[in-house]
């Protein structure tokens, strides 16, 4: 774990469970608003056991009611410009400084986020092409008010996973039909679930993701 003071985001990481041949595949769990890098380790075990995996956590503490966020909300949909962007550039930097330093497989690196941290992994898609394999996106949108520039050339053949309840009081589900006629009119390669829940992973998408990720790690 990274100390507070480290130029890097704080973070834990989860050696792989079963060693490989070669470098190991990377899953980043990013966390939502009001949480912590602990927020999404409690799903390690579930996952491929060949997988590194990297929670960070968000580098804004968050005023109300405790945690961390990457970011300020004027509404929903639009957060604030200068602390999304902030954030961005923090995020990418570190992930590119994790993927070198746990020399994890360039080729199978994967961003999963919840809420908050589904937004900051799909603007690492939309703005480094090439760099994720895949984006697993639970209850998020895309970061579409933000003013930063895409790259949807590059999104082309991109898979990603959008799951997102039919009751999510926070970020109602149409944001992410949204996100999936967005990305596939780009050529992204999308697979959407919809499930009887609100504002929360439960088992069934959680098996999903799961099914979802394990051909692309062979």
Not at 45 to 72: C, K, N, Q, S
Not at 108 to 115: A, H, L, R, V
Not at 125 to 133: D, K, N, Q
Request: hydrophobic content about 35%.
């Amino acid at each position: 774990m990274s100390p507070p003071d480290s130029p890097t985001l704080v973070h834990k990481f989860l050696r792989p469970r079963r060693s490989v041949a070669g470098k190991p595949p990377g899953l980043f769990f990013l966390h939502g608003r009001g949480a912590d890098e602990d927020d999404l380790l409690g799903l390690s075990e579930y996952f491929d056991d060949r997988l590194f995996i990297v929670a960070p956590r968000a580098p804004h503490p968050f005023p109300m009611g405790g945690g961390y966020t990457w970011y300020d909300l004027e509404e929903i949909g639009k957060p604030d410009r200068a602390m999304f962007e902030s954030s961005h550039k923090k995020l990418r930097s570190f992930l590119v400084d994790a993927v070198g330093t746990y020399d994890l497989d360039p080729a199978k690196t994967f961003c999963c986020g919840f809420s908050m941290g589904s937004i900051m992994a799909l603007s690492i898609a939309l703005t480094e092409p090439g760099f994720l394999r895949g984006v697993l996106s639970n209850s998020g949108y895309l970061p579409e008010d933000t003013g930063m520039k895409f790259n949807w050339n590059g999104v082309k053949g991109l898979p990603v996973f959008i799951g997102h309840g039919l009751y999510d009081p926070v970020i109602p589900y149409a944001y992410g039909r949204r996100a999936k006629e967005v990305l596939e009119s780009h050529g992204a390669v999308v697979t959407h679930r919809e499930y009887d829940m609100g504002h929360q992973i439960n088992e069934e998408s959680l098996n999903d993701m799961i099914g979802w990720l394990a051909p692309m790690l062979g």
